[in-house]
């Protein structure tokens, strides 16, 4: 019998909510402190640990099965590819219709969306968009059996999205902040499949693979401790300077995403309900930003803007309401969907 990582199911399921609570802009109602900490702190911890826990799954895998690593990573694609497809067309018709009531003109709307379905699609799809492109570059890699150079090559590609995001001011007044201006004025953001995606996916395939490593396991607890106090010191550090795109990437992410998902492995925890978390975790991420985009035009319309915290709770309830009522239909498309 295979082993249950409800533990990670758990994480996941927290880790989405955190997401929902970056978009509502929740963290806004606490003290400037506890919104430092919480919502640039805690909070983006989430697509790190969504990145790594998908590459462990995808190494377990590979660890069992090396010999059908071409019909792994195509079912991985595969079942990304489906809802990227349909929830991104969804967004990108509720953001026209959003830029319309703005009086947007209708040509730099067009311009506007051809970019994010390129380069950063809207409702918070760039994570999966990201993680079919991350895995398409690690696939050779992989295939040849070469983890740790893919690995080493992710992190430079990393150094680059930080300073195109938190560290931007390392590179203020040089030749480098002239190439970031115009890499970030053509592709959005540095957030994608090439410098983030590819970096925590091949992370979280080198715990998968080395998931029956006694190894792996060493110091993991104090060393999470140590990248803890690191990743709150760097939150003071960066906290300091204007960051560019979101402010969403740190160093500590890369030491304290893949150590909680190896600590995770091993609990013991075990929860009645943790496959319908997981779908959840699927489902919700998935809805909503619909959700919230519905809301912002309705309120556009009506000239009346919930409170963050309102919206936070609706958005939450909504999106477990219409995934629960998915999982019960018969039709296996629609049932599958938000899974």
């Given amino acids: 019998m295979s082993k249950q990582y409800d533990s990670i199911d758990l994480m996941k399921f927290i880790f989405c909510l955190c997401i929902i609570g970056i978009h509502t802009n929740i963290s806004s109602i606490f003290p400037k402190a506890l919104q430092l900490l919480i919502g640039r702190g805690f909070f983006r911890l989430a697509v790190p640990f969504f990145f790594v826990c998908s590459g462990f799954w995808i190494g377990k895998k590979y660890l069992k099965q090396p010999a059908e690593l071409d019909i792994i990573i195509q079912k991985y694609i595969f079942r990304l590819l489906i809802p990227l497809i349909i929830f991104e067309n969804i967004n990108n018709l509720l953001e026209i219709i959003k830029q319309l009531l703005r009086q947007t003109p209708k040509l730099t709307i067009c311009h506007d969306i051809l970019k994010h379905i390129l380069f950063y699609p809207y409702g918070a799809l760039w994570y999966v968009q990201a993680s079919i492109i991350a895995i398409i570059i690690i696939y050779p890699f992989l295939k040849k059996g070469r983890i740790q150079i893919i690995l080493i090559i992710s992190i430079f590609l990393y150094a680059f999205a930080l300073l195109c995001n938190n560290y931007y001011f390392l590179i203020e007044n040089s030749y480098l902040q002239i190439i970031v201006d115009s890499y970030m004025q053509l ?77 995770l492995t091993k609990s013991s925890l075990h929860l009645k309900h943790a496959k319908y978390l997981r779908n959840l975790s699927t489902g919700m991420y998935f809805l909503h930003r619909i959700l919230i985009a519905v809301i912002d035009i309705l309120s556009f319309v009506t000239r009346k803007i919930l409170p963050v915290t309102a919206l936070f709770f609706i958005v939450i309830l909504m999106s477990i309401l219409i995934c629960t009522y998915s999982y019960t239909l018969k039709n296996r498309f629609f049932n599958q969907l938000l899974r």
């Fill in 187 to 263: 592709f959005i953001s540095a957030r994608n499949g090439i410098f983030v995606g590819t970096c925590f996916l091949i992370l979280g395939i080198y715990v998968g693979v080395h998931i029956e490593s006694p190894k792996l396991y060493q110091y993991t607890k104090p060393l999470l401790f140590i990248s803890t106090i690191l990743y709150f010191l760097e939150l003071l550090l960066v906290n300091q300077h204007v960051p560019l795109d979101d402010g969403a990437l740190f160093i500590s992410h890369l030491f304290i995403a893949p150590l909680l998902l190896i600590i």
